[in-house]
């Protein structure tokens, strides 16, 4: 993946907001990505490992096919060297607080911050928590 098209990037989805996508494919999720241009937006080899283990363990195969035609819109970023680095800093800091979040989301938080993305996400409760993380949520009215 070119520099360039990494730093096209503007909008890194949350788990929520890609499952949200694949049960409502014309709403508001949709409706963003067509505002700021496929493009913008990109999605985390974690949210994809995420969604991929949530249709598995339902064992359904229609699930899985709709999956993958959403995520086969989207580029899913490899979680990378410094992403490590953010993780564990991140991770320490956040349980210093006595406030940890999911272990997951502590990676996707990561990952934005170190490509220093916007999160868009339906979780901000867990995410206001991340300092310098900055978040949006697509399906707030």
């Known amino acids: ?16 907001i890609v499952s949200n996508l694949i049960r409502f494919p014309g709403g508001s999720v949709a409706a963003n990505i067509a505002r700021i241009g496929e493009a913008g937006v990109c999605t985390s080899i974690i949210v994809a490992s995420e969604l991929r283990f949530g249709a598995a363990k339902k064992g359904s195969m229609r699930l899985s096919a709709q999956l993958e035609t959403v995520l086969s819109g989207l580029d899913v970023l490899p979680f990378e060297f ?3 680095q953010h993780y564990a800093t991140l991770r320490a800091a956040i349980e210093r607080t006595g406030t940890p979040i999911g272990s997951n989301d502590m990676f996707i938080a990561a990952h934005a911050l170190y490509l220093g993305l916007i999160l868009v996400t339906d979780n901000l409760r867990e995410f206001a928590r991340i300092p310098g993380l900055s978040v949006e949520n697509w399906l707030a009215p």
């Open 82 to 84: 410094p992403g490590d």
């Open 1 to 16: 993946m070119s520099i360039f098209k990494m730093n096209a990037y503007r909008y890194l989805l949350d788990t929520n």
